[in-house]
């Protein structure tokens, strides 16, 4: 290998896998034996970096299996199910390559797509390359309807602009890598972080078909959570909506005090009257009150939790192969 100061792209580049695993008994082996046809048909020098989020089912001893046969494996087991974005976290922070893919262990992300993403790296000099899903994968409509009004209020809302559909399945150059596992946020929300950090970046669109085995690991509550964690991490217009809306309600009740002056003041209304009205007034002012003490809630606690600085995973275990002595 050559010792100059070339870039990776230019000589010979050492490529990581990083696959977050959580109870995919079914899908490992055919996984890797497609992972490996793909690599091993282009003679690049790679690792696949398993990360085993905890997982309850074979894939535990699976992997064992396959670290023990094939070199180019390796992988982690997390201490408990810290969940998918920081299963990913843990494999980026693993990975040594000059270009890392992230991926999921179900086969949604197609391994013939690889070479692809490897070559607008390499030749076309970008230094991460994104993927979209053409269609749902399988996802429900609830899903499909939750995921376009997230988009949606997540781009109007943020700092920065998702692109719908966007897969957790890329290419990230070593630099952006780095980029990546320096911010130390707590609530890690990747396809957010990705457009963060900036560099040169550019969008692949692939047929995503439905999971190869398997239930989606992913339950309605942790969607939210995660949808949540991208809304509080990146835009802090939760807490001006209710200043606005208080700037609003006062001209609202301005207006109303100044009319009902008005009109008492004339003798058309007799003071009783209207109580109604006031009543609904003050108990629409009580929920609006709540609401936005429960909003600057939800951003006290996530600095709670980030302010403790605790790390974000810890490892049980390390798969590797068996050595002869053990
Ligand atoms: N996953 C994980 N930890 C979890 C949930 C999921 O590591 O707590 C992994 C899972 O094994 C898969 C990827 O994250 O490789 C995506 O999960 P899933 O297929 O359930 O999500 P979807 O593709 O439906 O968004
Ligand atoms: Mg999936």
Redesign the pocket.
């Known amino acids: 290998m050559s010792t100059d100061n070339t870039p990776a792209k230019d000589r010979d580049f050492l490529l990581s896998v990083v ?6 008994q079914e ?1 490992l082996e055919p996984l890797v034996a497609e992972l490996k046809k793909t690599l091993d048909s282009q003679k690049w020098v790679y690792e696949i970096i398993f ?1 085993d ?1 905890h997982s309850t089912d074979l894939s535990p001893r699976i992997l064992q299996s396959l670290c023990d046969q094939w070199p180019q494996l390796r992988g982690l087991r997390l201490s408990r ?4 974005q920081a ?2 976290c843990a494999g980026l922070q693993e990975a040594r390559g000059d270009a890392v893919i992230t ?4 086969l ?1 992300h197609p391994p013939s797509l690889i070479p692809e993403l490897v070559r607008l790296w390499r030749q076309e000099g970008f230094e991460i390359v994104n993927t979209i899903r053409a269609q749902s ?1 399988g ?1 429900g409509f609830l899903d499909r309807l939750g995921s376009h009004w997230f988009y949606r209020l997540f781009n109007r809302i943020a700092d920065i602009k998702l692109t719908p559909g966007s ?2 399945f890329r290419i990230m150059d070593r630099k952006c890598v780095d980029a990546l596992c320096s911010m130390g946020e707590h609530f890690k929300f990747l396809r957010g972080q990705i457009p963060y950090i900036g560099f040169k970046q550019t969008y692949l669109t692939f047929e995503c078909p439905p ?1 190869f085995a398997g ?4 339950t309605l509550r ?1 969607s939210i959570k995660l949808a949540s964690n991208g809304l509080l991490s990146f835009s802090t217009f939760g807490l001006k909506v209710p200043f606005l809306l208080g700037l609003f309600t006062m001209g609202i009740v301005g207006i109303y005090a100044a009319v009902s002056v008005v009109l008492i003041a004339s003798g058309k209304v007799h003071l009783m009257e209207g109580w109604l009205s006031l009543a609904a007034l003050i108990c629409l002012n009580i929920g609006l009150q709540l609401t936005f003490i429960g909003m600057m809630g939800l951003y006290i606690g996530k600095i709670f939790i980030e302010v403790k600085g605790r790390p974000l995973y810890f490892v049980e275990k390390v798969y590797r192969p068996k050595t002869t002595t053990e």
């Open positions: 696959i977050p695993v959580y109870n995919e899908c990360v989020d199910n810290f969940g998918h299963a990913l991926m999921d262990a179900d949604q994968g996802s897969a957790d999971r239930q989606r690991s992913y942790q």
